[in-house]
């Protein structure tokens, strides 16, 4: 099969997106999701927090909106920082790969938090170190993603030829990598059962959506995105791929 031009990381994706989602959130289970990531992280007005690979900026803004704590927002995709910062003006948000972020960010922050962003890091652990630079003596470190099920492998997460999810968390491996990256491992929580909800969700929005859809993009990405999400639907619903939510401390 032919590799498909459309990648939902790209600017247009994130788009699209955000349009089904209606808020600028490119992660399973908009809101509720945030808010549960964020269950065991206390609000406080005078603490600094990093969302590494923001996209469009809608979760800093929920966070900041709910004073949580004063946000700022990396990511590599230009696109996407261009309309955070038009749209979200008070967050500071920066063009970055995770990578540089040690030269990028010009203070050290009290949680560094990850919403669908770590699966998409090739060098995951050399993130988590770069991270750690930036990171306060007893910082929190949330990953909200997709995490590895117990039948999952390479091949039953290709969806559509594409490996759409290509480095979910592997549950058994992220306490030793993380450890490896200066970081003090702590709870996981599954959420799988979330995320098998959450998409079944997302594909009933997708279809109700459609007109809105192939407004924005035409009808073959109408057609790639309900593919795509139809797909990992079944791969999770089949117990391929689940969610986790990872947090970790700077020692
Ligand atoms: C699925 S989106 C999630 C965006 C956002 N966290 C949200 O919940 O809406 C993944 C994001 O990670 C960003 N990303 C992927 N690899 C990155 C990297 N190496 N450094 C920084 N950002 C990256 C992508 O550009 C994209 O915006």
Known sequence: ?????????????????????????????????????????????????????????????????????????????????????????????????????????????????????????????DALAALRKVARPGARLVIFDYALGAKGNAESLAVGGQVFIPHAIRVAEIAAMLREAGWAPGTVEDLSIDYARWYATFVDRIQLKRVEIENVGGADWYQFVFSMYSGLHDVIAQGGLGGAIVHAAAD
Not at 47 to 76: F, K, T
Request: hydrophobic share 35%.
């Open 1 to 125: 099969m032919t590799p498909s031009p459309m990648n939902m990381n790209s600017y247009e994706g994130k788009r699209i997106l955000a349009l089904i989602r209606e808020g600028d959130y490119a992660h399973a289970g908009e809101e509720e999701a945030i808010e549960r990531a964020f269950r065991a992280v206390p609000k406080n007005g005078d603490s600094w927090m990093l969302d590494v690979g923001c996209g469009r900026g809608g979760s800093a803004e929920y966070l900041r909106r709910r004073r949580w704590g004063q946000v700022e927002g990396i990511d590599r995709d230009i696109e996407s920082i261009e309309y955070a910062r038009t749209t979200y003006p008070e967050i500071g948000f920066h063009v970055c790969d995770v990578l540089d972020v040690p030269r990028t960010v010009a203070r050290q922050f009290d949680v560094i938090y990850m919403l669908n962003a770590f699966y998409a890091f090739a060098e995951q652990r």
